[in-house]
Nanobody, 126 residues
Framework: DVQLVESGGGLVQAGGSLRLSCTAS????????IGWFRQVPGKEREGVSC????????YYADSVKGRFTISSDSAKNTMYLQMNNLKAEDTAVYYC???????????????????WGQGTQVTVSS
């Protein structure tokens, strides 16, 4: 089974930056989709970004476009989310996601996922 562990969350002032990391086990970073979504208690889950396909196409939610960058290092089996110019509305628990079967349990833009980590809290103070 795939296991995903996020890290890198924390408290940051508005305008600051954070880089989230997600280390995977039981999963190979090839051309399969990987991504991030976020959740605020009481609000709907929001897909943030994903990358997919052999040419590493990317998707970003309009709310983060131009500020967030998704990347991965297959040698380290780790994906990243670089978050710049953070805003108070970016405050949420961030989850990394992957897909090891044909199930479609969580969708981030065009990317379906069936596995995700335990989440890491990002808090942006205004």
């Amino acid at each position: 089974d795939v296991q995903l562990v996020e890290s890198g969350g924390g408290l940051v002032q508005a305008g600051g930056s954070l880089r989230l990391s997600c280390t995977a086990s039981g999963f190979t970073f090839d051309d399969r989709a990987i991504g991030w979504f976020r959740q605020v208690p009481g609000k709907e889950r929001e897909g943030v970004s994903c990358t997919f396909g052999s040419n590493a196409r990317t998707y970003y939610a309009d709310s983060v476009k131009g500020r967030f960058t998704i990347s991965s290092d297959s040698a380290k089996n780790t994906m990243y989310l670089q978050m710049n110019n953070l805003k108070a509305e970016d405050t949420a628990v961030y989850y990394c996601a992957a897909r090891q079967s044909l199930r479609d349990l969580v969708r981030v833009g065009p990317c379906p996922f069936d596995s995700w980590g335990q989440g890491t809290q990002v808090t942006v103070s205004s």
